[in-house]
């Protein structure tokens, strides 16, 4: 039951499970049909509670704001429930899917507010992802670069153009000489684009410090790679501007990742924080994703909300406002639970 005040959208109008997301097959575009090879394999079940809000010193009295907090759905994610919840009321709210494919939720506020609370729950399984043999290799990075490029008198299938729109600049990754020099030693001739992730993916965790209070959304990259300090976002913004200096297709990955707290010590609730890393299209392998932030590839313990060019594509919460003053930056609270692991 909602409180008074609170609005609980209606989510059945959308099923997270089966919405077509443009996908080519499930190697390419991460596609929502159940991968069967999964039976048998590792799961976990989270409940993740995403909490924003906002204090003005002055009334709104017209707010637009874009949602992206419903998880895409993948093989080997599955959207149990997801709910979400608003004071006030929204006058409007319209679901659709964005044109990357991700779930994104529209909502109007045309009474005036001197606050807005947007409340996100879910529960959602994670699958095991099935992996290639070890011996599997992928094209070179060589190999990867000239698919795509444009040749006169050659035509790219529609799966080629969508992967090409990851190649190029975006307004949170700039490309250019500084940040091919600092991968150069990633991209030795002939190496498999899967294993030149990988290094920079070490590289970037090897040589930079995870430091919240270092920079900013609005922080340039350049200073990123100047300072050696940053944030996960930073982090992957990173690694997308050195591999798309090289003409490489990759995307910025939103979600959420289990932390642990230290030994002894109990889990606060909402110090979780939303996360992000990167994918690289490595045929014939295809999307393979790298967190430069904890040196891994993604398993068990990540979300994915959705994914685009960079932060801006899919930030959880953004919009425009008429009215409120100097409005200060949001309260965020995160808490991300673990309510089983087993076997499917």
Excluded at 200 to 225: C, G, N, S
Excluded at 296 to 304: N, R, Y
């Amino acid at each position: 039951m909602s409180s008074p005040g609170v609005n609980r959208l209606d989510v059945s109008r959308l099923d997270v499970n089966s919405q077509d997301v443009n996908s080519q097959d499930v190697n390419r575009q991460g596609a929502s049909k159940p991968d069967v090879s999964m039976l048998g394999s590792p799961r976990a079940r989270y409940a993740v509670e995403h909490v924003t809000e906002y204090a003005y010193p002055q009334p709104v009295s017209l707010s637009q704001q874009l949602i992206h907090l419903e998880p895409r759905p993948l093989p080997w994610q599955h959207c149990l429930d997801w709910q979400l919840q608003c004071e006030p009321v929204p006058s409007s709210d319209r679901r659709e899917i964005d044109a990357f494919g991700n779930p994104l939720c529209r909502l109007d506020f045309n009474v005036p507010h001197e606050s807005l609370r947007i409340h996100s729950h879910m529960q959602i399984e994670i699958l095991q992802r099935s992996t290639p043999p070890p011996a599997t290799r992928s094209a070179s990075w060589e190999q990867v670069r000239d698919s795509l490029r444009y040749r006169a008198g050659r035509s790219l299938s529609s799966a080629d153009l969508d992967d090409s729109r990851y190649r190029f600049r975006s307004p949170f990754v700039p490309i250019g000489m500084a940040y091919q020099r600092y991968a150069q030693t990633c991209f030795g001739a002939g190496r498999p684009l899967s294993e030149v992730a990988a290094a920079l993916m070490r590289k970037i965790h090897r040589e930079f410090t995870y430091d919240a209070a270092a920079t900013h959304i609005a922080t340039p990259l350049a200073d990123v790679l100047r300072l050696k300090h940053g944030v996960c976002q930073d982090f992957a913004h990173l690694m997308l501007a050195c591999l798309r200096s090289f003409d490489l297709p990759c995307r910025y990955v939103s979600g959420y990742l289990l932390t642990h707290p230290p030994a002894g010590k109990p889990r606060m609730v909402g110090a979780d924080a939303s996360h992000a890393w990167v994918a690289v299209y490595c045929p014939p392998l295809g999307w393979l994703e790298f967190d430069p932030t904890n040196n891994v590839m993604p398993g068990l313990e990540h979300i994915v909300l959705g994914w685009g060019r960079d932060f801006g594509d899919v930030s959880p919460l953004r919009g425009v406002i008429l009215g409120g003053g100097n409005a200060s930056a949001p309260d965020v609270a995160v808490t991300v639970t673990a309510v089983e692991v087993g076997i499917v």
